[in-house]
């Protein structure tokens, strides 16, 4: 059986982007419960459509709405479902870095 040769910078390369991955999933794992924590808080009336608009075209108003998730809920006084926003940011950006 042959095994291939890679060079040292191919290795380095790849071993960088798939160190990424369990971030991510934890991070994507996160962003579901968000989701499903949002749209509870716009049933219960928490949170209203202008709001999600406003998230949905102001980062900054997007930024303001993930800080207020707990793991226990929207507004709960509980430890932060995220919490390094800017860690969240970056691995959001990091997809389109790694192309």
Same mark, same amino acid.
């Given at each position: 059986? +042959? #095994?291939?040769? $890679? *060079?040292?910078? +191919? #290795?380095?390369? $790849? *071993?960088?982007?798939w160190m990424v991955v369990p971030r991510m999933l934890?991070?994507?794992r996160a962003l579901v419960t968000a989701a499903r924590l949002?749209?509870?808080a716009l049933i219960e009336r928490k949170v209203t459509e202008a709001e999600l608009i406003a998230a949905g075209t102001d980062p900054a108003a997007?930024?303001?709405?993930?800080?207020?998730?707990?793991?226990?809920?929207l507004d709960a006084p509980c430890d932060p479902l995220f919490p390094d926003l800017d860690a969240l940011a970056a691995l959001i950006a990091a997809?389109?870095?790694m192309l």
């Open positions: 059986m +042959l #095994i291939p040769q $890679y *060079s040292p910078d +191919l #290795i380095q390369a $790849y *071993s960088e982007k934890v991070h994507a949002l749209a509870e997007d930024r303001a709405m993930l800080a207020r998730f707990t793991i226990a809920g997809p389109e870095a």
